[in-house]
């Protein structure tokens, strides 16, 4: 059983569509990281949110830390094929950080 | 600026040999960890160091152990390879341990894939 469970597991999109995908826990965390992987390489950090209903963008990405430090959502607005790649969240723990299984975004020209 | 190197990127074992993953970093930081990478699964936690000269188990420390030879480097050893240690295995650093950051990132290498026959 994942501590955390990313849903949905994967998502092909058209190129423009807006898409959201989703942290969930029953655990509370200190903070909550998302990470994106591409092919043959290791995951790369994008945003790290520590405050309960938090909200970070990075340019066409945004993330929301739930009010609780439970979940947390990643929403892309008018999605790239260079968006492309493996989506993965995890949750700060006391000295590790644990991983949700991911979701896969295929974005289509 | 390297960040997180791992070595060998592929290896093929027989069941039963041993082998040695590689691990180094050169960005000071404190803390290292190895991650496994199954499909579906994500990634889960191995072994990790939160400072030199400690070393914890993770998720899944079964059929693995681990030396922290220095601040940099961290190695992961097979004793005696298994089918089901088939995976990419990804090492990574972050600041935590230190005063100021248990939110710090992790930074990862590219990973070793390794096949057990």
């Known amino acids: 059983t994942q501590l955390l469970e990313q849903s949905p597991q994967f998502l092909s999109i058209q190129e423009g569509e807006n898409l959201t995908v989703y942290c969930n826990s029953s655990s509370v965390f200190s903070s909550l990281q998302w990470y994106r992987q591409e092919p043959g390489e290791g995951p790369v950090l994008l945003v790290t949110v520590v405050t309960g209903g938090e909200v970070k963008k990075l340019k066409r990405l945004t993330f929301q830390f739930g009010d609780a430090r439970k979940d947390s959502s990643l929403h892309i607005t008018a999605a790239q094929p260079g968006d492309t790649g493996l989506y993965l969240c995890a949750g700060a723990g006391n000295n590790d950080m644990r991983f949700g299984a991911g979701t896969r975004l295929t974005v289509k020209p | 600026n390297a960040g997180v190197t791992q070595t060998p990127k592929f290896q093929v074992l027989k069941t039963g040999q041993s082998m040695t993953l590689q691990c180094a970093q050169d960005m000071n930081h404190n803390s290292m960890y190895w991650y496994r990478q199954d499909p579906g699964m994500g990634l889960r936690l191995i072994y990790y160091?939160?400072?030199?000269?400690?070393?914890d188990k993770g998720e899944v420390p079964n059929g693995y152990n681990v030396s922290r030879l220095n601040k940099r480097e961290f190695s992961l050893r097979l004793e005696s390879a298994a089918p089901s240690q088939t995976s990419v295995y990804f090492c990574?650093?972050?600041?935590?341990?230190?005063?100021?950051?248990?939110?710090?990132?992790?930074?990862f290498g590219n990973g070793t894939r390794l096949t057990v026959t």
């Open positions: 160091s939160a400072s030199e000269g400690t070393t």
């Open positions: 990574a650093s972050s600041g935590r341990g230190t005063a100021s950051s248990y939110n710090s990132p992790l930074h």
